[in-house]
């Protein structure tokens, strides 16, 4: 069993196929600021837990909540609070 297993968590690259039905680049390479501790890396290494309604995603740093998704038969609902930024890699 994983340190992931144990703690009930999956890492950031659970989000890409939630978030990539919402964004026409993938995410998990993007590399975000967390509010709490200020560190910075890409989403596939924040701690993703499926266990609220929809998915919660933690700093590895600091555990705060850095991004929430919520998806309805209609829409999505994003909560970016815990983000200073997202910096989005571009193909050129
Ligand atoms: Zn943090």
Same mark, same amino acid.
């Given at each position: 069993m994983t340190e992931q297993d144990i703690a009930g968590y999956e890492d950031g690259n659970a989000l890409a196929g939630p978030l990539g039905e919402l964004f026409a680049v993938d995410l998990t390479s993007a590399v975000g600021q967390c509010v709490g501790c200020g560190l910075a890396g890409p989403v596939a290494t924040l701690r993703v837990y499926r266990h609220a309604p929809g998915l919660v995603a933690r700093c590895? /740093?600091?555990?705060? +909540? +850095?991004l929430r998704l919520v998806r309805g038969p209609a829409e999505a609902w994003l909560d970016l609070? /815990?983000? +200073?930024?997202l910096r989005i890699p571009l193909t050129p």
């Open positions: 590895p /740093g600091c555990d705060d +909540v +850095v609070r /815990g983000t +200073v930024s």
